[in-house]
């Protein structure tokens, strides 16, 4: 009798153990890259490259192939992950420079604010390019407010834009790490400091070459030209090769730190790879095929692997929610030279797959990104979803997951597709709409995309990326032409027009 009162206990707390692990709020991890184009990884057809831990994630979650960033270059697609609100909706979100002030506002509802709503801990690791403080110049010596705490971030461990813009230091919750008293630090966009060494006057000292088209010829840390130009903080300044190594290390210990506090965690993880400059922590240097990129690529794939193995050493894999995906599409050469296009046509490396354009670009490849969603206690492992996503409802959908409730009179352009996202339907967005380099909006629906006429060059010639720009009218048919070749917008002047419409309605919003 006993032995049977036993066994029925153990097997009653198995499965309230089981249901505890499956109906508890989920943690969430969301890794987002920079610069990786769709093409770049194993698990989307990438043959001169194995990215081992991405692909694991594809294995065990839903790999999506029409998903996209709402911007084709960095600071907008973060501006709307985080806020669920279009970009192009408010001035001075476009690349910022790094003394910029911070451009989400603080008294709107944010992706992190969910969370905190909902009882989680949140943080930032990593990248974060949408500005500090509220005053101009930033004073980098004290704490710099309001910034990732304001939009809902208990916890920061960041550098402030860029790794090829100054300042480059270390923020842990608003403050610069390192800095001394005697040395502080000061930041100038426009002009060198009295003294200061430059990569223009001292191509000698760089380690790595920039293209002097692209402005990376300022301050020199770590013998890598940077745009724009500092003084001071001479302890303050990271080396490039530290990076990943150093920011892997501050996730896990987030993570750590959210089991003490008893409660689930959001962390947003901002890889700085595979932006420029690149420089891989030395043990990757050389171990791809593809130079620094391919070096870099593989950084950023240890950075997966390490954080996805600290969750399963600490038990908590099971009912964490990953999302992996990257901010814009690919570039090959941005400002500094590298060899990474030389290799990338040697080895036939394909960084934006089939799809046409890169970062900056009106055409696909500027926002169809890698994204992959993980969460073992409830999505089926192996499946592949042509859906087509934004990254811009994530605040919706986990709001919805949460219980949480958007303040009715607030606007966001965020929707709920949290079955989408999940893998539990392919219901597809009603519409996403894409903002390029140069704002001339695009907007895809039905499989159709229609690209607004804008001016601007066809080709940039520094980056050797097609924009999409044009002075007329373009309509392309992405079921039958993901490539982009053939405009049919003559063909189909009806459909055109009911996009130009759909769209202005979606601006006046």
């Not at 709503?117 to 943080?123: F, K, P, S």
């Amino acid at each position: 009798m006993q032995k049977k009162w036993m066994f029925t206990a153990i097997l009653a707390w198995s499965l309230l153990s089981g249901f505890c692990q499956t109906t508890n709020r989920p943690n969430v991890l969301v890794i987002y890259t920079d610069d990786l184009g769709y093409g770049d990884l194993s698990c989307n057809g990438a043959t001169a490259i194995a990215t081992p831990n991405i692909d694991r994630l594809a294995q065990n979650g839903v790999n999506f192939s029409n998903a996209h960033a709402t911007a084709s270059t960095c600071t907008p697609s973060r501006y709307s992950l985080l806020s669920g609100r279009y970009a192009w909706r408010k001035k001075g979100t476009n690349i910022l420079p790094g003394d910029a002030n911070l451009v989400i506002p603080t008294d709107i509802t944010t992706l992190p604010k969910v969370f905190q709503q909902a009882g989680y801990v949140t943080g930032v690791v990593g990248k974060w390019h949408l500005g500090l403080g509220n005053q101009s110049p930033v004073d980098w010596n004290k704490e710099v407010t309001p910034g990732p705490r304001e939009v809902g971030f208990d916890y920061s461990f960041i550098f402030p834009a860029t790794a090829d813009r100054v300042p480059t230091i270390f923020m842990e919750n608003q403050r610069a790490i390192g800095l001394e008293e005697k040395d502080p630090i000061a930041v100038d966009y426009h002009k060198a400091f009295p003294g200061e060494l430059t990569g223009k006057e001292h191509p000698e000292l760089l380690k790595q070459p920039n293209d002097p088209r692209q402005g990376h010829d300022g301050h020199i840390v770590n013998g890598i030209g940077r745009i724009g130009f500092m003084q001071g903080g001479k302890r303050s300044e990271w080396t490039d090769e530290e990076l990943g190594y150093v920011f892997n290390n501050k996730a896990v210990d987030f993570i750590d730190q959210s089991l003490k506090s008893k409660k689930p965690f959001f962390l947003y993880y901002a890889i700085h790879n595979i932006h420029v400059p690149r420089m891989p922590g030395t043990e990757f240097k050389g171990k791809s095929r593809l130079g620094y990129r391919g070096d870099v690529i593989l950084e950023m794939d240890h950075s997966v692997g390490v954080v996805m193995n600290a969750l399963k050493e600490r038990g908590l894999l099971k009912n964490t929610i990953v999302i992996f995906s990257s901010d814009n599409g690919p570039v090959l050469n941005d400002g500094y030279i590298d060899q990474s296009a030389e290799a990338a046509a040697t080895l036939h490396h394909k960084a934006a797959g089939i799809y046409r354009g890169g970062k900056y670009s009106a055409f696909e490849a500027g926002t169809r990104v890698p994204f992959i969603v993980q969460w073992p206690a409830k999505v089926a492992g192996g499946k592949k979803s042509a859906a087509l996503v934004s990254q811009i409802d994530l605040m919706a959908s986990f709001a919805a997951l949460l219980n949480v409730k958007l303040p009715k009179g607030e606007f966001t352009d965020s929707r709920n597709y949290l079955s989408t996202l999940t893998g539990q339907t392919a219901t597809h967005r009603d519409y996403i709409v894409e903002q390029p380099a140069n704002s001339a909006l695009c907007i895809v629906k039905d499989g159709w995309k229609y690209l607004s006429p804008s001016k601007g060059p066809a080709l940039m010639g520094a980056v050797n990326i097609e924009t999409g720009y044009s002075p007329e009218d373009q309509l392309y048919d992405l079921n039958k032409d993901p490539g982009e070749r053939t405009n049919l917008a003559a063909k189909y002047p009806q459909r055109v027009q009911e996009l130009k419409a759909l769209l202005e309605k979606i601006k006046a919003e």
